[in-house]
């Protein structure tokens, strides 16, 4: 299985954007699904995006459809989500997982330790 890393999240108004990145290491991701899932205090994990193998197909919670965009770049084993025009509500601890297929997503696979998001009005 690979290691995943996500970059540092951080503090951000609403109506502001982040970029989050998946950095992977032992081993490809190139015949991987990617994801990205969030979990806020209180509440389960969450999806909210992913990224097919070879990025032909992407995938959106419908709370983050239109405003946040998962991408992949394979040569330098990294994911990325770019998420834009966020609320408070966005504001959890998101992970980024790697499976075998999409359909693997979210309960198998290699999962990072996670960053904090914060989204303050």
């Known amino acids: 299985q690979v290691h995943l890393v996500e970059s540092e999240g951080g503090l951000v108004q609403a109506g502001g954007s982040l970029r989050l990145s998946c950095l992977a290491s032992?081993?490809?991701?190139?015949?991987?699904?990617m994801g990205w899932y969030r979990q806020a205090p209180g509440w389960s994990r969450e999806f909210v995006a992913s990224i097919s193998r070879g990025g032909t197909d992407t995938f959106y919670h419908s709370a983050v459809k239109g405003r946040f965009t998962i991408s992949r770049d394979d040569a330098t084993n990294t994911v990325y989500l770019q998420m834009n025009n966020l609320e408070p509500e966005d504001t959890a601890v998101y992970l980024c997982?790697?499976?075998?297929?999409?359909?693997?997503?979210?309960?198998?696979?290699?999962w990072g330790q996670g960053t904090q998001v914060t989204v303050t009005s």
């Open positions: 032992g081993g490809p991701i190139s015949g991987l699904a």
């Open positions: 997982n790697a499976a075998r297929s999409t359909h693997e997503l979210g309960f198998r696979g290699s």
